[in-house]
């Protein structure tokens, strides 16, 4: 029998887990309040507040997280092969907060290696994160009606849904896209994005 080896190139990886250990109250709190302080910035949010960058280590409130990603990001850095002398570190962090139909339209993170979510505050009608094929030639190449079922290798688009409590980690380069929050409550999210430095 013919023996077909398969090798993957070139992958798009999201990787996620589930904290209900966190107690988020005091983050959502905080988050509310930098909200009243400042009108906040504007890069890929269509209504909605996004907050100035901070480093996330540096501030109590967000000590229970910070641990849970440090421990996330030794793992990740076993899948990514990074040389023992090197490791990912937190660079910038920043609030998304985006109230009824607020969005953010389809981007990427400049200047980074990995990137992350935390959701603190959402609901069933929070909106999704969808995330793009950086193959911009496949979708124009494949007729999902010759599939039974889209996989890795066929799907164009894969969308997450908001979960109070959950970490989302995905390369930086990887474009992704918030819908309309159909909420009347706000979507309280952290956002991070990771580099490589010598330890």
């Given at each position: 029998m013919m023996n077909l080896v398969e090798e993957f190139w070139f992958c798009s990886p999201v990787w996620f887990v589930d904290i209900p250990e966190i107690n988020t109250e005091q983050i959502k709190m905080y988050c509310?309040?930098?909200?009243?302080?400042?009108?906040?910035?504007?890069?890929?949010?269509?209504?909605?507040w996004q907050g100035d960058d901070f480093i996330l280590n540096t501030l109590p409130v967000f000590d229970e997280l910070n641990n849970v990603i440090k421990i996330c990001?030794?793992?990740?850095?076993?899948?990514?092969?990074?040389?023992?002398?090197?490791?990912?570190?937190?660079?910038?962090?920043?609030?998304?907060?985006?109230?009824?139909?607020?969005?953010?339209?389809?981007?990427?993170?400049?200047?980074?290696?990995?990137?992350?979510?935390?959701?603190?505050?959402?609901?069933?009608?929070?909106?999704?994160?969808?995330?793009?094929?950086?193959?911009?030639?496949?979708s124009s190449f494949e007729d999902p009606s010759y599939f039974n079922h889209r996989s890795g290798l066929t799907l164009t688009e894969i969308s997450y849904p908001a979960q109070n409590n959950r970490l989302i980690f995905f390369p930086s380069w990887l474009k992704h896209r918030v819908a309309p929050n159909m909420s009347n409550n706000p979507r309280i999210s952290i956002a991070t994005n990771y580099g490589i430095r010598l330890r």
């Amino acid at each position: 029998m013919m023996n077909l080896v398969e090798e993957f190139w070139f992958c798009s990886p999201v990787w996620f887990v589930d904290i209900p250990e966190i107690n988020t109250e005091q983050i959502k709190m905080y988050c509310l309040s930098e909200e009243t302080k400042y009108d906040g910035r504007k890069y890929s949010n269509i209504g909605g507040w996004q907050g100035d960058d901070f480093i996330l280590n540096t501030l109590p409130v967000f000590d229970e997280l910070n641990n849970v990603i440090k421990i996330c990001l030794k793992e990740l850095e076993l899948k990514y092969d990074i040389k023992e002398n090197c490791e990912f570190y937190a660079d910038n962090s920043w609030i998304n907060i985006n109230r009824y139909k607020d969005y953010n339209k389809s981007h990427f993170h400049r200047f980074s290696v990995l990137s992350s979510v935390f959701y603190v505050d959402v609901t069933d009608e929070s909106s999704v994160i969808t995330f793009e094929t950086p193959n911009i030639l496949q979708s124009s190449f494949e007729d999902p009606s010759y599939f039974n079922h889209r996989s890795g290798l066929t799907l164009t688009e894969i969308s997450y849904p908001a979960q109070n409590n959950r970490l989302i980690f995905f390369p930086s380069w990887l474009k992704h896209r918030v819908a309309p929050n159909m909420s009347n409550n706000p979507r309280i999210s952290i956002a991070t994005n990771y580099g490589i430095r010598l330890r």
